[in-house]
């Protein structure tokens, strides 16, 4: 059967690099990673991710379903969100979830009352907005006092007062998380200082916690994919070694989405018309941000690559653009070799927050998902060919 493009590429064998690498570089025991299933909530890429024996982040009912489905156990699974339902939560607390991130007093009493409903005891944990900085693309940035999410370090105190009066709630922990494409070691080391100022206040007040939460945010290479397609972990996981102040028995969770699952998607897309413009050459392309929305959405760059041209035409420079009726439908300009109708384009390093962020706008179809340890990319274009367009 053909294959229908624009469809998603996913390199299995640099996932499980990307995996290997991230557990290696884990450098205590008491460290314990989640995988932010909101980066990418495909089957296959959660079953590869859960052999590493990594937990799960979940922000809804149906991602805790999801990850239970996929094989992560509940004791393994944390919820975030700043508006949980109360379907969600239920759905947290029924299936005795490792920990609720709560991110207001609001929010604890509703909690409270499910919790009594189910029978059971919840553990929570307190979203802290830390308000540190992360230096990074403004619409990705949770953790300042601006943005809506977390309790406000000022009210802790009186979140920690309510807490003690509902019976079936334990709190378990503290959760942060500043941002996400963070590159820069500093924005972590000024949360770690924050963590540790907070966590002295929360002992003077006889607590001993048992999980610190310090979220995701880990960044990775958007420019040069190729040169650097695993990221860091270890230098990542150093600065919280280095400079949290944890103490015996308790533990240190990461939230880890884009720096797990970015690189090893692409999105592949055939070359529908090259149109001369009146400034710019435009390659107008079969995905658009119905497939891959982050351009549209943050300005974010992501490397393209004619895989199917001749080289030996020579260059010329492209704005490559959707199909969408949207002017922000653009992918990037760019020098490329001279591209033609029927061409295949790669988009790199959309395996986070790419295929989870498709709509189905103007009524388009989904985009299917292929993977490398099936066929590789050539042999999937090589079947494109028969499609109607070839
Ligand atoms: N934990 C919480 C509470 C989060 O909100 C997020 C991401 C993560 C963990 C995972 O962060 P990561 O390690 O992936 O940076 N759609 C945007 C990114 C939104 C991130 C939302 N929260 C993008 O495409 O850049």
Do not use: W
């Not at 999801?66 to 239920?90: M, P, Q, T, W």
């Amino acid at each position: 059967m053909a294959i229908q493009t624009p469809f998603y590429y996913y390199d299995i064998e640099l996932l499980e690099a990307t995996l290997q690498s991230l557990t290696d570089a884990v450098p205590s025991s008491n460290f314990k990673v989640h995988y932010a299933i909101k980066a990418n909530a495909e089957d296959r890429i959660l079953k590869t991710i859960r052999k590493y024996g990594l937990g799960a982040d979940c922000v809804s009912g149906n991602e805790i379903t999801k990850a239970l489905s996929c094989g992560f156990e509940a004791n393994e699974i944390v919820l975030a969100g700043v508006g949980k339902s109360d379907a969600e939560l239920h759905t947290a607390i029924s299936n005795g979830i490792h920990s609720i991130n709560c991110e207001s007093i609001e929010e604890l009493v509703v909690i409270n009352e499910i919790a009594e409903q189910n029978n059971r005891v919840a553990n929570i944990s307190f979203r802290i907005n830390p308000n540190v900085d992360a230096k990074t693309h403004h619409k990705i940035t949770t953790g300042l006092s601006e943005n809506k999410f977390g309790i406000p370090i000022s009210e802790v105190s009186r979140a920690i007062a309510e807490i003690r009066k509902m019976p079936f709630l334990s709190l378990s922990g503290i959760h942060f998380h500043i941002g996400s494409q963070i590159l820069s070691m500093d924005p972590f080391i000024k949360l770690c200082n924050q963590v540790n100022t907070l966590l002295d206040e929360i002992e003077a007040e006889g607590i001993n916690l048992e999980h610190i939460n310090v979220g995701g945010g880990l960044g990775i290479d958007y420019l040069t994919p190729d040169e650097n397609p695993i990221p860091d972990f270890e230098k990542y996981f150093a600065v919280f070694h280095e400079h949290l102040n944890v103490r015996e028995n308790q533990t240190v969770h990461f939230e880890l989405g884009r720096s797990v699952v970015a690189q090893c998607g692409s999105l592949i897309s055939k070359v529908l018309y090259v149109k001369k413009g009146a400034t710019k050459n435009f390659a107008i392309i079969d995905a658009g941000m119905t497939e891959l929305i982050r351009p549209a959405l943050y300005d974010s760059y992501h490397e393209i690559e004619n895989i199917t041209a001749d080289a030996a035409l020579g260059q010329d420079n492209y704005s490559v653009v959707g199909p969408i009726c949207e002017s922000s439908d653009v992918f990037g300009e760019l020098e490329m070799p001279i591209t033609k109708r029927g061409d295949i384009l790669q988009i790199k390093s959309a395996g986070a927050y790419g295929q989870v962020l498709s709509s189905n706008y103007n009524l388009r179809d989904s985009a299917l998902a292929y993977y490398s340890d099936e066929n590789d990319l050539k042999s999937y274009i090589g079947q494109t060919k028969e499609s109607a367009l070839a």
